[in-house]
């Protein structure tokens, strides 16, 4: 599946969340739709941030003002998934997320071995054989 909105087309609303609701291991890589990106935000844990609003008086008024408080943001935000580069996956499994990085593997490549010669007769052989065997199954 590349994204969730093909998962939705599919296999309809329902039975998509259902399938992905029953995987164990997910794998999340870079999203180009930001319907995708905060649908896998919502799959991350929330944290608490701590923030500081700072109000500074005007003319004569020389009275400062800290506030402070928490909001609640998600640990991996939705915009992460648009950069994440070639072969980096956000995992997600059993409650746990981490970052992974797969590299890309060297490929050993090699011409192909020597085939065998064979004869016309010997074609027109495996032709027919072939031919049987697919005549019997309708049988």
Same mark, same amino acid.
């Given at each position: 599946?590349?994204?969730?909105?093909?998962?939705?087309?599919?296999?309809?609303?329902?039975?998509?969340?259902?399938?992905?609701?029953?995987?164990?291991?997910?794998?999340?890589?870079?999203?180009?739709?930001?319907?995708?990106?905060?649908?896998?935000?919502?799959?991350? &844990? !929330?944290? +608490?941030?701590?923030?500081?609003?700072?109000? =500074?008086?005007?003319?004569?008024? $020389?009275? @400062?003002?800290?506030?402070?408080?928490?909001? &609640? !943001?998600? +640990?991996?935000?939705?915009?992460?998934?648009? =950069?994440?580069?070639?072969?980096? $996956?956000? @995992?997600?499994?059993?409650?746990?997320?981490?970052?992974?990085?797969?590299?890309?593997?060297?490929?050993?490549?090699?011409?192909?071995?020597?085939?065998?010669?064979?004869?016309?007769?010997?074609?027109?052989?495996?032709?027919?054989?072939?031919?049987?065997?697919?005549?019997?199954?309708?049988?």
């Amino acid at each position: 599946m590349q994204d969730k909105i093909q998962n939705d087309m599919m296999y309809g609303d329902k039975a998509s969340k259902a399938i992905l609701s029953n995987l164990s291991y997910q794998f999340f890589g870079k999203v180009n739709d930001p319907d995708t990106a905060k649908y896998y935000e919502r799959f991350f &844990e !929330i944290i +608490k941030d701590s923030t500081k609003s700072v109000s =500074r008086g005007h003319s004569l008024d $020389f009275d @400062t003002r800290i506030t402070t408080g928490e909001k &609640e !943001i998600p +640990k991996i935000r939705s915009d992460i998934f648009f =950069r994440l580069k070639q072969g980096e $996956f956000i @995992t997600y499994a059993d409650g746990k997320d981490e970052k992974v990085q797969f590299n890309l593997q060297k490929i050993h490549r090699e011409l192909a071995k020597r085939t065998k010669p064979f004869s016309l007769a010997d074609l027109e052989a495996n032709f027919e054989l072939i031919y049987y065997e697919a005549r019997s199954i309708f049988k």
